[in-house]
């Protein structure tokens, strides 16, 4: 069936690391990725999105990686800020395209 | 601005008792799904819209019922609240483009918590 994992749920990083968050997926058709950042009280923000037909994407201090070989999905943040303390999720399109299929997140503290 | 609401953020009930979780986007967005939030479970969907009276079960579908009457409202209903309900929940809406493209980038509400007694 459809699953996404997270292979850490915690990370701890001090202010100006590059933080490195990763995802498992398990649908080797899944043609569309998405991260969110969800802070505490608030819904999921999104950050960055990819395509399958896609091996990296860059936005504004965010990458991400998809390694498809091995069905492998990063989050890279650059120069991270006690701002960017949160719970990121990843998501894959189900194969009917009628929902997003969440990780169980993890969370980033970065520390000043 | 660009946003999802969702009304109520906080809502304490007794189990019987029907509530309702409104839902609307101004985005004119053809999609709109709602999850739910548990701990260890990570965000599942419910039910989705894929337009105006079109809607389906997700994942969790049980003690739920939906409606999409409108474009921008998607309400959530409760019928017979039980404990186990008791989550934080969210609204959700994509410019959807029908086909296998209906759901991508999803924007959120900024979720409901509710406690069931």
């Known amino acids: 069936g459809e699953s996404v994992g997270l292979h850490l749920p915690t990370l701890s990083v001090q202010e100006g690391d590059n933080s490195i968050i990763n995802c498992a997926y398990s649908?080797?058709?899944?043609?569309?990725f998405i991260w969110y950042k969800q802070e505490s009280g608030k819904g999921p923000q999104f950050i960055i999105d990819?395509?399958?037909?896609?091996d990296k994407r860059q936005g504004q201090r965010v990458t991400v990686l998809l390694n498809k070989t091995v069905k492998h999905l990063s989050l890279q943040i650059a120069a991270t800020q006690p701002g960017d303390s949160a719970v990121y999720f990843c998501a894959e399109k189900s194969q009917a395209g009628t929902a997003l299929i969440f990780g169980k997140g993890t969370t980033l503290s970065v520390s000043s | 601005e660009a946003q999802v609401t969702q009304n109520p953020r906080y809502l304490i009930t007794v189990t019987g008792k029907k509530l309702t979780v409104t839902c609307s986007q101004n985005m004119n967005h053809e999609y709109m799904s709602w999850y739910r939030q548990d701990p260890g479970l990570g965000l599942r969907q419910i039910y989705y819209?894929?337009?105006?009276?079109?809607?389906d079960k997700g994942d969790v579908p049980e003690g739920y019922k939906v409606s999409r009457k409108e474009k921008r409202n998607f309400p959530l209903i409760l019928e017979s609240p039980s404990p186990n309900q008791t989550s934080l929940y969210f609204c959700a809406s994509s410019r959807g483009t029908g086909g296998v493209q209906v759901v991508e980038k999803l924007f959120f509400g900024s979720g409901t918590q509710l406690s069931v007694l």
């Open positions: 990819i395509r399958s037909n896609m």
């Open positions: 649908n080797s058709a899944s043609d569309y």
């Open positions: 819209s894929m337009n105006v009276e079109v809607t």
